[in-house]
């Protein structure tokens, strides 16, 4: 993907620039390296402000892997991962130091997949909820328990549960106060890996209509990785497809699922089990399994499965191009056929 | 053998099942019934702590202290056609229960990953059953370990792994969520099982392998013409392989039907609150979807009448008072609700 952030009319948020992370394999007594497992290998992607991208994609694609990489939570092996700070500069987080991340943390913020292991059990919701507040030295304790009655009344919980402990609590109050928690600090990006999987159907809405609820009011970027094609199409503005470490494509949402341009993407969403029983969705999966990130086929990485594939896709490696406006692939084939 | 279509292969008729913790009994199922026909697939959705899952387990008598059967009854008919058994009345650990479980009913658990013993490979795992079980294969003789390694390639291979014969000797940490899936779907069916009880088979997995493994088995259901229970709270797998449904809710049946009827014509409030709150691939986005008010009541405090009363949108005075019984509202359709009938269970 093409385009400095200065050309656009809207300056992204977040601007990452063929993101790599690798993840060296070992052998022997002397753990020589003997190879990479390339989990993100050359990730591009934009998020403006105030929008949600959804990232998706099989266990093992990566998704996880580059998101981690953005929160620096583990440092990326290349690329760029370009963000404007609240004070309008654009910074690397690639190459901070982590006395230069430490300011910066305040505005990202992640909310977790697990509702049950994210939380100390021994802090009470004061403290968990607070944390990030105590570690980031804003506030005294008198102003920490008023932030935190504060979010909790945010996330649709009541501030007289501040002093009990998160075993009370059910799942989805759970992932409520796990939301007070990545909200604590005022952050402008939002990283949230499968903050719904966990929940049950009905919980599962209640959560989902949260997160929409306070994008809104508080004018929040989400980067949501999820593998629920159909969570991620009610809240996303835009989507990216992720297939063994590289984008396989990148649109808009509704775009996306009226014509998917990949055939990885219509091949997601035609397995996604509808919720009617005169529609048969179980029929015509895709077949085989992911490959190794750590020996890729050839040409196309997808070519193996692909059920339009050619003689071109093992040999020639398909570039990620812009079909539509804002709308990207990486197959040959795009634009010949519907898929 | 005898089989009668017309029979159920399996009946659970007012089942109540309880836990006596320190801070009180907890009722986890409360009066469940339902029947299974054979070759039927039944879908039984629920939300977590439904006791749906405590329910598939008394079937197999695998409720485990401080969990205990208070009542009902639980019929299933065996392979040797000599009628109905009880098997609540069964003694856990004796000679039939040892043989129905495994051998007559089979069981897929939720997660592939816990169930395998990590120091045995799973060929001699599946062996292990079927020599265990042989006589459901072959009935004058014991099965030598060649034959039980030969049936267990085959059934490597029905189940669709590649290289079913190297695949026998590996262990479940070297296969991925796909392949272990799929080799504990070749150990429930290693006994020719006439019931098997699916738990959340495909939760823990990818939404292309789940779409594999539900494909594989519908196939394995039109072989073989097991009857499969389907337990999952996505409505999504419900829609596309249950034949018949069951909804649960704090331990109780409060709607079933046919899976078509339950998905277009869903009677019972809670069914209906539930179809609507799951976000779909053709609906609006990014709008508020509507919600189940409230929160699952704890097992503790269960309100009286009918439990669903105070999350319901349509309830009345009765419904704080009375429980529903569970009644005809259509063919073989029943709800347990005062909006479609007026009987109550005896107090």
Known sequence: MSGTPIDSQVQPLLDVRSLQKFFPITKGFLQRTV????????????????????????????????????LRAIDPTGGQILYRTRAGSVVDLAVLSPAELLPLRTEIQMIFQDPFGS???RMTLLDNVGEPLLVNGIGNRRERIDRVAELLRLVGLRPEFMHRFPHAFSGGQRQRIGIARALAT???????????????????????????????????????????????????????????GQLVELGPTDEIF?????????????????????????DG????????????????????RCRHAVARCSVETPEFREIASGHYTRCHLAGEMAF | MTADADTPLLSVRDLKISFALDEGLVRAVDGTSFDVMPGQVLGVVGESGCGKSVTMKAILQLVERPGRITSGEIHFRRRDGGGAIDLARLPPRGPDMRDIRGGEIALIPQEPMAAFSPVHTVGDQIIEAILLHGHHWQTDRKLSRGEARDITVRL????????????????SWQLSGGLRQRAMIAMALSCKPRLLIADEPTTAIDVTTQAQVLGLLRDLQAKYNTAII?????????????????????????????VDVIFHAPKHPYTRALLRSIPSLYGATRVALPVISGALPHPFNRPSGCSFHPRCPDRMARCSVAVPSHQPVGPQHLASCFLHHDLAEPA
């Open chain 2, 230 to 258: 389907f337990i999952t709270h996505d409505l999504g797998v419900i829609a596309q392989m249950a034949s018949y449904v069951v909804v649960m809710y704090l331990g109780r049946v409060v709607e079933e039907g046919p």
């Open chain 2, 156 to 171: 490597f291979r029905d189940v669709g792994i590649s290289m079913p014969e190297q695949r026998v000797d590996a262990y």
């Open chain 1, 258 to 282: 009226r014509s998917p341009q990949h055939p990885y993407t219509a091949a997601l969403m035609r397995a996604v089990p509808a919720a009617d029983p005169r529609v048969r969705t179980t």
């Open chain 1, 186 to 244: 005022n952050p402008r990006l939002v990283v949230a890996d499968e903050p719904v999987s966990a929940l049950d159907v009905s919980v599962q809405a209640q959560v989902l209509n949260l997160l929409l609820e306070l994008q809104s009011r508080l004018k929040l970027t989400f980067l949501l990785v999820a593998h629920d094609l159909s969570v991620v199409r009610h809240i996303s503005d835009r989507i990216a497809v992720m297939y063994v």
């Open chain 1, 285 to 304: 999966t895709l077949g085989g399994e992911v490959p190794s990130p750590a020996a890729p086929p050839s040409g196309c990485y997808f070519h193996p």
């Open chain 1, 119 to 121: 939380l100390n059990p």
């Open chain 1, 35 to 70: 190879g990479h497992v390339r989990a993100v290998d050359g990730v591009n992607f934009t998020v403006n402000e105030g929008e949600t991208l959804g990232l998706v994609g099989e266990s093992g694609c990566g998704k996880t892997t580059a998101s981690r990489c953005i």
